[in-house]
């Protein structure tokens, strides 16, 4: 279990007693032998890179420094991402981490385990999964194709980083963008010695399949291609990790939504810079006297045109003449066209970079609308000091100047002078203030950087001119003396001297493509290419200026700062141990050196004199009020009388706080973090009481809503039941009415005497009254005659199915009924049911009179079961004899369904 008992030395240099450099130091020393790389200087953590693995990071012990304050366990970077990720959730404020350190330090790492720190606390629903994976993958790209080993780096990123993480109410990433600063591409072409090239290159050679690389007319080889020798053509070797980081970049590419073919359209960039830096120049004279050159490896020139999709015959052109009016065309030199193309190179990466951090922000912003709260991490490039420093190492220092500005003034100047403002009791504390070196570098009229915009500065030597006459007596400038180096110029920066070779700064700066070049390359077919260089387009009208690379580095420089200056920030400053990138070797000097140049010491002074945290009192009272009963739920009174009730309301020592003229003062982080565990306690208090409430009110609201739909239901079945009990009755005289006139309509029905006439040919149904035939059966269409064996009277004659009668007999009114216990057979095809006493007489008849019809005699059934057609369905007729309810003389007949009884 992680505990501040089991620390060495302090874990916090505010508790050093003695405080002085050597102190100090020695603290660092003793910590760092055991493992213990993290220090606090109050709410500022110093990182000493171990290089080496250490067992510190787990999703557990993120957990835990999410859950408890970050001085209530040992010093760690997950306790300054936790805080910066607790503010953010609980006072809604944007965040930064700024991570600073020279080169070698660690602050990528530093910048990798903050990432990793928010992904593992934050939640884990599929799209925040989704978000947080695209996350670390964009940074795992940006590696790959940002970082290079250099000398004092094994991993050193040569361009500056913002990442700006956007989270939702819950604290869940939804959304990030990535800002680059200055990309060191110069790498692309000069490497100085025990440097490499960017490690993409590296990885495609050895973690490329044989398959890929044949399709990107690539050899295994390093040591074929120029771009990864040393200025001192020295081969610079791949590693065995380079072919598993291949892999994890190709992931990459594939989770951030890059399609198969968009990764080999970037692998055929990477080969086609790969093949250019390899173009060999040849001199050569021309007839009027000029020198010209050739291109000695034309089957490079082919592949690279291969891989492009162009005519050889553009590229050529391009890369060995110059376009010196719409029609006037004039051979480049040898010298001229290596310097083209390896502009060339230089652009073709550069674009390449910036076009796949446009792609990655479009995949990794947020999607969702509304309000949301940012937390940025910072990761610039480490100051640096070669043994050859040029236009690069400039603009790198340069943005570690103005950082370093910014932290001093927001935490050693702008603090102190709070303090006089507040008429607090404060003893000064002094501090090497770099302003004076970035008035140096970025004066509008005189500084170094902006000399180079001059007009007439149109070579090295002359801007070299310009910063001996405009620099000449600065405190922190030497150029022009005899004891520098010819072409050179020093500059006493915050963390050394550093001497720069003024070789191609000119150049550098300006870093524009010939437009025949660009031409050349937007009319290639290659899917990505055009789209690099939008300026080769010809129905574009001719560009504007190009800004030079020293501008755009201050005016997006001054913008990070401008938002980083509105933001809760919180400092890691790393520091290097020993400039032989070995574990365990902890040099006095070069730490003495750093801790001098980043003003730990002072900063140390200032937490062990001054206040960690303020808040104006109105601000004070509107976050802590619910503390004490006193303030809460509303004060009327004067804001400073509501901070004095809610502090003494607390058990925290009264020297832990000071009242300024408009802000209360706390002195050291822990009270804070006591403040807002006090209040956290209080919330949830509020939270059970709002919730007990609300669930009682919401209760009784079920209640009376029960009661008054059981009201209400109750009142309406009531109401049914009594129209249903009233509907019944209703019905049951209905049918009781129904019953009598269907009885007496049946009985008048049943004693309505009819004729049968059988004739040679057929069987005549007529009205007894008016003798007018009602229905007319031939003989030929019987076929059948059933009858019982009982004294019943009743016989059924079986006809086909075929029409009955003639259309004009037909349209008889059905109700004028024609033979026994069948009503509708004018429409209805069916047998002829009836009941006579002469049955027997006219089944006779019928039975001669259908054979001599049809030539062959009728069946004639006698049973005491048999089935009749009634036209829509068969009814099946029973019949019983004997039965004790029926009178001796009588029949009684009886219908269910399809089924009739006649009892005899």
Known sequence: MLSLDQEIGAWDSVLLEPLTEDSFVTNLHQRFKRDHIYTYIGNVLISVNPYKKLALYSADLAEAYVKRGPFQLPPHIYAVAGTAYRWLNDRNEDQCIIVTGESGSGKTEAARIVLQFLVLVSGDSPETKLIKDRLVQANTLLEAFGNARTMKNDNASRFGKFLDIEFDFKGDPIGGHLTHYFLDKSRIIHLASSDRNFHIFYQLLSGGDIHLLKNLKLQRNVELYNILLTDTNQATLSDEEDKTLFVYTRGALEVLGFTDTEIIDIFRVLAIILKLGNLQYVPCSNIDGTEGCSINNEYELFEICELLGAEPRWLRR????????????????????????????????????????????????????????????????????????????????????????????????????????????????????????????????????????????????????????????????????????????????????????????????????????????????????????????????????????????????????????????????????????????????????????????????????????????????????????????????????????????????????????????????????????????????????????????????????????????????????????????????????????????????????????????????????????????????????????????????????????????SSASSDQT??????????????????????????????????????KPPEVNITTEFEANFGSQTVTFTFKCGLPEVQPGQIRVLRKANKMEVLV
């Open 818 to 855: 024609s033979c026994l216990f069948q009503s509708d057979l004018s429409k209805k095809k069916g047998d002829f049911v009836f009941q006579t006493g002469h049955v027997i007489e006219i089944v006779t008849k019928l039975f001669l009179v259908v054979q001599n019809a049809t030539g």
């Open 318 to 809: 391009a890369l060995t003449t110059h376009q010196i009016d719409e029609s006037i065309m004039a051979d480049l030199s040898a010298v001229d066209a290596s310097k083209i193309r390896d502009t060339l190179c230089r652009t073709l990466y550069s674009r390449l970079f910036t076009w796949l951090i446009n792609k990655i922000n479009d995949v990794i912003k947020a999607k969702s609308l509304g309000r949301r709260k940012e937390m940025g991490v910072l990761d610039l490039f480490g100051f640096e000091i070669l043994d050859c420093n040029r236009f690069e190492q400039l603009m790198i220092n340069y943005c570690n100047e103005k950082l370093q500005q910014f932290i001093v003034s927001s935490t050693l100047k702008e603090e102190q002078a709070e303090m006089s403002k507040e008429s607090l009791e404060w003893v000064k504390i002094d501090y090497f203030n770099n302003i004076a070196i970035c008035q140096l570098l970025e004066h509008e009229s005189h500084g170094i950087l902006s000399l180079l915009e001059e007009a007439h500065v149109q070579s090295d030597s002359t801007y070299l001119k310009r910063v001996a006459q405009c620099c000449a007596g600065h405190s922190h400038c030497l150029a022009a003396d005899s004891q520098l180096p010819a072409d050179t110029f020093q500059i006493r920066h915050y963390a050394g001297g550093v001497t720069y070779k003024v070789e191609g700064f000119v150049e550098k700066n300006r870093d524009s493509l010939p437009r025949e070049v660009s031409r050349a390359m937007f009319r290639c077919d290659h899917p990505i290419i055009p789209a690099l260089f939008p300026e080769g387009n010809p129905k574009r009208c001719n560009p504007k200026k190009p800004v030079s690379k020293s501008l755009q580095l201050q005016v997006s420089l001054n913008s990070l700062l401008k938002v980083i200056s509105g933001r809760q920030n919180h400092y890691v400053r790393c520091l290097k141990p020993n400039e032989m990138k070995h574990p365990r070797i902890f040099e006095m000097a070069l730490i003495q050196h750093q801790v001098r140049y980043l003003c730990l010491l002072p900063t140390v002074q200032l937490w062990r004199t001054g206040y960690c945290y303020r808040l104006p009192y109105i601000h004070f009272v509107s976050r802590y009020k619910m503390i004490s009963g006193s303030t809460w739920p509303r004060w009327r009174g004067s804001a400073v009388e509501g901070a004095s009730l809610i502090l003494r309301s607390l058990p925290i020592p009264s020297a832990e706080f000071t009242f300024g003229r408009t802000k209360l003062f706390v002195r050291s982080p822990r009270t804070v973090f006591e403040l807002e565990d006090f209040r956290k306690s209080r919330l949830h208090d509020l939270a059970v009481l709002i919730q007990k409430i609300w669930r009682g009110s919401r209760e009784r609201r079920k209640y009376r809503k029960m009661k008054q739909s059981q009201i209400i239901i109750a009142a309406a079945w009531r109401s049914w039941r009594a129209r249903e009990e009233f509907r019944i009755l209703k019905h049951r005289k209905e049918v009781e009415w129904a019953t009598k006139i269907i009885q007496r309509h049946y009985i008048q029905w049943k004693f309505v005497p009819i004729l049968l006439v059988i004739s040679t040919r057929s069987m005549l149904v007529l009205d007894q009254r008016t003798l007018q035939i009602k229905y007319r059966v031939p003989a030929t269409e019987i076929y059948r005659m059933s009858l019982s064996p009982f004294l019943d009277d009743v016989a059924v004659v079986h006809v086909k199915a075929s029409p009955l009668a003639n259309p004009e007999t």
